[in-house]
């Protein structure tokens, strides 16, 4: 289970009240509400591993190099390079990864890059470790964010699929290519990323093609197969697949349409550190957990996860 870590603890700082406080008074509703929803996704979906995957690069500089507004708003200091984060949040998040590792939950970052990315190549590392000894116990890769980005590493042969809580953390939407193929009328993961390239995202900066939005795109991917179709369609005077308009605006957006790929599509090959990701039955440095719910307050959900933890073990 592979866990898109700072698009949880967002809609859990969003999503539980900011009464939620320390004993000294510091708001702890991220970091309560992320515990509460490891703590579920263990109880509910009993995964042999995990892994908290990290931001260590919120706005990588080769997708900045290929599309310079990419994240551009969100910026709080265009030296320092930070993110506009809530002030509220910021003094939680080094709180959650000492909980994570005092838990015995692997949290893995890698410099210049995003979680995305990092999610990415683990589950392209799964997947080929499971394709090359077809033998060996696999229950798929579980992928649990509230960034629909990566929907495109969705891969029914593969066992991938997306928790993507919608409705919240305990109800999450299950996506796999027949959730793609109702919502947003594509067959696999890939067509969602070509979908994406297409339609733009204005909440992560990209303009997409003006004039083509998501439900033409994907009659444009249903008749052409994918973006490549669509580009030699577009670059074929004999093709009358595209209408005028639709041919002129994707010459407009030649420019654009070649380097988006590089930022929509998420890295598969990032140099990632050894780590362990093996769920512990039991927290991995208990005395250093028991300070932190102390110091933090977090007594109920600190214990929620052990329990959650110690229910994955059977009974002897």
Same mark, same amino acid.
């Given at each position: 289970?592979?866990?898109?870590?700072?698009?949880?603890?967002?809609?859990?700082?969003?999503?539980?009240?900011?009464?939620?406080?320390?004993? $000294?008074?510091?708001?702890?509703?991220?970091?309560? &509400?992320?515990?509460?929803?490891?703590?579920?996704?263990?109880?509910?979906?009993?995964?042999?591993?995990?892994?908290?995957?990290?931001? %260590?690069?919120? @706005?990588?500089?080769?997708? =900045?190099?290929?599309?310079?507004?990419?994240? #551009?708003?969100?910026?709080?200091?265009?030296?320092?390079?930070?993110?506009?984060?809530?002030?509220?949040? #910021?003094?939680?998040?080094?709180?959650?990864?000492?909980?994570?590792?005092?838990?015995?939950?692997?949290?893995?970052?890698?410099?210049? *890059?995003? !979680?995305?990315?990092?999610?990415?190549?683990?589950? %392209?590392?799964?997947?080929?470790? !499971?394709?090359?000894?077809?033998?060996?116990?696999?229950?798929?890769?579980?992928?649990? +964010?509230?960034? @629909?980005?990566?929907?495109?590493?969705?891969?029914?042969?593969?066992?991938?699929?997306?928790?993507?809580?919608?409705? &919240?953390?305990?109800?999450?939407?299950?996506?796999?290519?027949?959730?793609?193929?109702?919502?947003?009328?594509?067959?696999? &993961?890939?067509? *969602?990323?070509?979908?994406?390239?297409?339609?733009?995202?204005?909440?992560?900066?990209?303009?997409?093609?003006? &004039?083509?939005?998501?439900?033409?795109?994907?009659?444009?991917?249903?008749?052409?197969?994918?973006? #490549?179709?669509?580009?030699?369609?577009?670059?074929?005077?004999?093709?009358?697949?595209?209408?005028? +308009?639709?041919?002129?605006?994707?010459?407009?957006?030649?420019? *654009?349409?070649? =380097?988006?790929?590089?930022?929509?599509?998420?890295?598969?090959?990032?140099?990632?550190?050894?780590?362990?990701?093996?769920?512990? !039955?039991?927290?991995?440095?208990?005395?250093?957990?028991?300070?932190?719910?102390?110091?933090?307050?977090? $007594?109920?959900?600190?214990?929620?996860? $052990?329990?959650?933890?110690?229910? @994955?073990?059977?009974? +002897?």
């Amino acid at each position: 289970m592979l866990l898109d870590t700072a698009s949880l603890y967002f809609r859990a700082f969003f999503g539980v009240p900011d009464s939620l406080r320390s004993p $000294r008074g510091e708001p702890v509703n991220a970091v309560r &509400g992320l515990l509460d929803t490891i703590a579920w996704l263990i109880t509910e979906h009993r995964p042999d591993r995990m892994v908290a995957c990290w931001d %260590d690069d919120w @706005r990588p500089a080769f997708r =900045v190099a290929a599309i310079p507004s990419y994240k #551009a708003h969100r910026v709080a200091d265009e030296a320092a390079g930070t993110e506009v984060v809530p002030d509220a949040l #910021a003094p939680q998040v080094p709180v959650i990864a000492e909980v994570l590792a005092a838990i015995g939950v692997a949290r893995v970052g890698v410099p210049g *890059y995003e !979680a995305d990315d990092v999610i990415g190549t683990l589950t %392209d590392r799964e997947v080929r470790r !499971a394709s090359a000894a077809p033998g060996s116990p696999s229950s798929g890769v579980d992928i649990v +964010t509230g960034d @629909r980005d990566l929907f495109q590493l969705v891969d029914d042969d593969a066992g991938v699929r997306v928790l993507y809580p919608a409705r &919240g953390v305990r109800d999450p939407d299950v996506v796999d290519q027949a959730k793609l193929a109702e919502k947003y009328a594509v067959p696999t &993961g890939q067509a *969602y990323a070509d979908l994406a390239t297409l339609r733009g995202d204005p909440s992560d900066g990209l303009p997409g093609v003006p &004039g083509i939005g998501e439900k033409t795109a994907a009659k444009l991917l249903d008749r052409y197969g994918d973006l #490549a179709g669509i580009l030699r369609a577009r670059d074929d005077e004999a093709d009358k697949g595209l209408t005028a +308009t639709q041919r002129k605006r994707l010459v407009e957006a030649a420019d *654009y349409l070649a =380097v988006a790929p590089t930022v929509v599509q998420v890295a598969r090959d990032v140099p990632l550190p050894a780590f362990d990701d093996a769920l512990p !039955a039991a927290p991995a440095d208990d005395e250093a957990l028991e300070t932190l719910s102390e110091r933090w307050g977090l $007594r109920s959900s600190v214990t929620r996860v $052990r329990e959650a933890l110690a229910g @994955r073990v059977p009974a +002897t």
